[in-house]
């Protein structure tokens, strides 16, 4: 069975340390208790695994025990083999591969000027037009689209929104979300905890809310904004700026960037705020 699993910076999963191409076995394998545990469905794995700061994998599965809730796509097994490492854009369009093949809450257009909406759970809605929307408000699931001035939106958990035109938007507010895009003047906005908005177009911004979470962008003249505690926001070409004024925070960026950094107490109070740039030296 292939299934797709999460794991921490390292390639770790509880303390384990996998290796891409290796094959791990374990006599036992009992859902939540023992084996090696993975998800079907590409999204589910954020649950436990959150798009901020995670790496994903494409999973052989042999002596599988699944889930009896028809809902439920975890399941483990007594032997893995870890095929390749995958990135949150190869997930998302797992996902919609997945929703597509086992269930008919889909919709699909590939005209301009055009809107794709559902509103079930593990739904998805995809277009590739020019001007277009695709929207969903269930649980688990896609919006995504690839044509200019376009909007793909959700507010679903363990949701993803994905464009790759320019002017485009991808916004949901659920938690374990990811909102991406690859087009200039872009924005991925999401207020979900856990979350990650992520755009490499220039002029983008990227920004999210939530608690751990992880607003990232490469494009010129680019902003990544978060406010939640424990989050960070990256940027990487020159005069970008990164924004965070939760508690426990991190601002990164290369040199010539700018960063806004916000000292709290336990309570919530400001402290102290500085803005910085990025010299190879002192910062």
Request: glycine residues 8%; hydrophobic residues 30%; contains cysteine.
């Amino acid at each position: 069975m292939i299934a797709y699993k999460g794991f921490d910076k390292d390639l770790k999963c509880k303390g384990f340390q996998y290796e891409i191409g290796k094959t791990y076995e374990e006599p036992e394998a009992e859902l939540c208790k023992c084996g090696f545990h993975a998800c079907k469905y590409p999204l589910d794995v954020f649950m436990y695994y959150a798009p901020s700061s995670s790496r994903y994998c494409v999973v052989e599965l042999e002596d599988v025990s699944e889930s009896t809730d028809a809902n439920e796509t975890k399941c483990c097994a007594k032997k893995i083999t870890i095929l390749r490492e995958i990135t949150v854009n190869d997930m998302i369009q797992a996902s919609v591969s997945y929703l597509k093949k086992h269930y008919n809450f889909n919709t699909t257009n590939t005209g301009s000027q055009s809107a794709a909406t559902n509103t079930g759970d593990q739904s998805a809605a995809t277009n590739t037009g020019y001007r277009s929307a695709a929207t969903n408000t269930g649980d688990r699931s896609v919006a995504t689209n690839t044509g200019y001035r376009s909007a793909a939106t959700n507010t679903g958990f363990q949701s993803a929104a994905s464009n790759t035109g320019n002017w485009s938007t991808a916004t949901n507010t659920g938690n374990w979300s990811t909102a991406t895009n690859t087009g200039s003047r872009s924005a991925a906005t999401n207020t979900g905890y856990r979350s990650a908005a992520t755009n490499t177009g220039d002029q983008s911004a990227a920004t999210n809310t939530g608690s751990r979470s992880v607003a990232s962008n490469t494009g010129f003249q680019s902003a990544a904004t978060n406010t939640g505690d424990w989050g960070t926001a990256e940027v990487s070409c020159k005069e970008s700026v990164a924004i965070v004024t939760g508690r426990q925070s991190k601002a990164a960026g290369n040199i010539g960037c700018w960063l806004v950094l916000t000292e709290r107490v336990t309570n919530g109070c400001v402290l102290n705020m500085q803005a910085v740039k990025v010299d190879g030296n002192t910062i």
